[in-house]
T-cell receptor, first 114, second 116 residues
Framework: AQSVTQPDIHITVSEGASLELRCNYS??????LFWYVQSPGQGLQLLLK??????LVQGIKGFEAEFKRSQSSFNLRKPSVHWSDAAEYFC????????????FGKGTRLHILP | GAVVSQHPSRVICKSGTSVKIECRSL??????MFWYRQFPKQSLMLMAT?????????EQGVEKDKFLINHASLTLSTLTVTSAHPEDSSFYIC????????????FGPGTRLLVL
């Protein structure tokens, strides 16, 4: 069955510290992978996506993610977080066939300590 | 580019009434739009896929007669919650598929529905 797992419900880091949010997926076909960010009461904003090619993907706001097929992972990283990064982060997986739906993980809430 | 809007952003209604939520792709055409529902502190759950000019495809467990979807143009899809009840209170988010950018979905800001 297709699934996306974000094992950490909450993550707390200090401002300026590095960040890694974990995402593991189970998908029968070659996946397309996404990370979205959701600020409180807001919609989702696409941070980055992986379709093919270089497995290290650069996104907006200084985020990057690395696709590791052998580990079925697509972890999100940022070298130095800012207080404005506090939000909910969703990993999602989809496929080229538009009939395949995007499946979202349950999200990781990021808290930033001053 | 790739901006999606939703209207209204918040709506409060009485139980038994119907509420219409609009989803618009402002600077691109979208043959496919999606409607999601998000419960507090939960992930997004896909409700239905809206295809321009044809009937929507509903996910298992979603009542199509309760959640009416119309995708009348390439830039507009509407979700109507009919005979709303308090358990329908939720955050409804739409997205539009941007085919030119490798099937990436772009999301609207969401609509907060509160049914009293």
């Amino acid at each position: 069955a297709q699934s996306v797992t974000q094992p950490d419900i909450h993550i707390t880091v200090s401002e300026g510290a590095s960040l890694e949010l974990r995402c593991n997926y189970s998908y029968g076909a070659t996946p397309y992978l996404f990370w979205y960010v959701q600020s409180p009461g807001q919609g989702l904003q696409l941070l980055l996506k992986y379709f093919s090619g270089d497995t290290l993907v650069q996104g907006i706001k200084g985020f990057e993610a690395e696709f590791k097929r052998s580990q079925s992972s697509f972890n999100l990283r940022k070298p130095s977080v800012h207080w404005s990064d506090a939000a909910e982060y969703f990993c999602a997986v989809g496929a080229m066939n538009r009939d395949d739906k995007i499946i979202f993980g349950k999200g990781t809430r990021l808290h930033i300590l001053p | 580019g790739a901006v999606v809007s939703q209207h209204p952003s918040r709506v409060i209604c009485k139980s038994g009434t119907s509420v219409k939520i609009e989803c618009r792709s402002l600077d691109f055409q979208a043959t496919t739009m999606f409607w999601y529902r998000q419960f507090p502190k939960q992930s997004l759950m896909l409700m239905a896929t809206s295809n321009e000019g044809s009937k929507a495809t509903y996910e298992q467990g979603v009542e199509k007669d309760k959640f009416l979807i119309n995708h009348a143009s390439l830039t507009l899809s509407t979700l109507t919650v009919t005979s709303a009840h308090p358990e329908d209170s939720s955050f409804y988010i739409c997205s539009a598929l941007l085919e030119a950018r490798q099937e990436t979905q772009y999301f609207g800001p969401g609509t907060r529905l509160l049914v009293l």
